[in-house]
C-alpha cells in the first residue's frame, strides 16, 4: 500500500489490529520499534515492526495489567509508577540515530493515557548512566519533552512543552527529530506533537552537544536507566520508534488511524 493509499484509506471503514497495524507502518516508514499492545501477553511482547520481531520482556506477567480497547484485537496495557512496572528489548545498532559527530532523523510516537503525578514519566527510552542516546518523556510539570544526549561528555539538548499536556484521556504524543542542523542548536530541529498537531514548544540548545553515538543501552518503555528510573503511570496502546522525519501530515495521519482503531476523540 503506497503512504497516499493509506492516507486515502483513513476515510472509509473501521480497523482491525492487523489493518491498523498494516497501514501505520506505511505512515512511518523505516519503523525500528513498534509495540500494539496484546491481548494474551504474559511476560513478553513480540514488537511487530520486522516479520522476526523484536521481543520486549516485560517487569513480570502482564496479563492482568491487559484490557480490550478499540477494534477487534486491540488492547491496551497498565503501567503504575508505584510498582515499578516497564519493558525493554536489547540494544540493536539501528535503535541508535548519532555515530557522535552527525545524527540522523527519527521520530517516535506514543498512544497514552497518562495519569496526572508527580514525577517523570517515561514513555520509551534508550538512556542508561554510562550509555545514554535519547529519551521521550512528561517532565515533573506536566510537560512533553524529547532529549537528545552526546554521551561521551553526558550534554543534553532538549526541546520541552510550552504547557502541560492533557492528562486522565487517552491522547497521541509525538516528536520529530530532523536532523537538519544538530549541534549546538539540535534542539530546533526538534518539533513536539499532541493528538497529531504541533504544540508550542521550547528548546533548551547546548553548545558542547555534539552528536547521538551507538550505545548499548537497551531500549525501555515506560522507564529508564535499567529499569530503576521514571517509571510511566497510566495506560499505554502503542510506542513506536522510526527512522524517518516524521512530517505535519504524517503525525497527522497516524491520529487519524489511532482515532478509527481506538475511538479515542484526538
Not at 471503514?13 to 519503523?31: I, P
Not at 527529530?177 to 504541533?198: F, K, N
Not at 510511566?232 to 478509527?260: E, I, N, P, W, Y
Request: with cysteine; aromatic share 8%; net charge negative.
Amino acid at each position: 500500500m503506497s503512504l497516499v493509499g493509506a492516507r486515502r484509506s483513513l476515510l472509509a471503514g473501521g480497523l482491525n489490529r492487523e489493518k491498523f497495524r498494516r497501514s501505520l507502518l506505511v505512515v512511518l516508514g523505516d519503523c525500528r520499534l513498534l509495540w500494539l499492545a496484546r491481548q494474551g501477553d504474559t511476560t513478553t511482547s513480540v514488537s511487530v515492526e520486522t516479520s522476526s520481531g523484536r521481543v520486549i520482556t516485560w517487569d513480570g506477567d502482564v496479563s492482568s495489567r491487559l484490557t480490550a480497547f478499540g477494534g477487534f484485537g486491540g488492547a491496551a496495557q497498565s503501567f503504575a509508577v508505584a510498582s515499578s512496572q516497564y519493558g525493554d528489548t536489547p540494544d540493536t545498532a539501528n535503535l541508535s540515530f548519532g555515530n557522535g559527530t552527525v545524527d540522523t532523523p527519527f521520530s517516535i510516537i506514543a498512544l497514552a493515557n497518562v495519569t496526572d503525578t508527580a514525577g517523570l514519566r517515561t514513555f520509551v527510552s534508550k538512556w542508561d548512566n554510562t550509555a545514554r542516546e535519547w529519551i521521550f518523556r512528561v517532565g515533573a510539570t506536566d510537560l512533553l519533552q524529547a532529549v537528545l544526549t552526546t554521551s561521551a561528555l553526558n550534554q543534553d539538548t532538549l526541546r520541552t512543552s510550552d504547557a502541560a499536556i492533557t492528562q486522565g484521556s487517552w491522547r497521541l504524543f509525538g516528536m520529530t527529530y530532523t536532523a537538519a542542523t544538530g549541534g549546538a542548536t539540535a534542539g530546533d530541529d526538534i518539533t513536539l506533537y499532541q493528538d497529531g498537531a504541533v504544540i508550542a514548544s521550547t528548546a533548551t540548545n547546548n553548545a558542547l552537544y555534539a552528536a547521538m553515538s551507538d550505545k548499548d543501552s537497551p531500549a525501555e518503555i515506560g522507564s529508564l536507566i535499567a529499569h530503576t528510573l521514571h517509571f510511566f503511570d497510566g495506560s499505554m496502546a502503542l510506542v513506536a520508534v522510526t527512522a524517518k522525519a516524521l512530517t505535519a501530515a504524517d503525525h497527522a495521519a497516524v491520529a487519524a488511524l489511532c482515532r478509527r482503531m481506538f475511538g479515542v476523540p484526538l
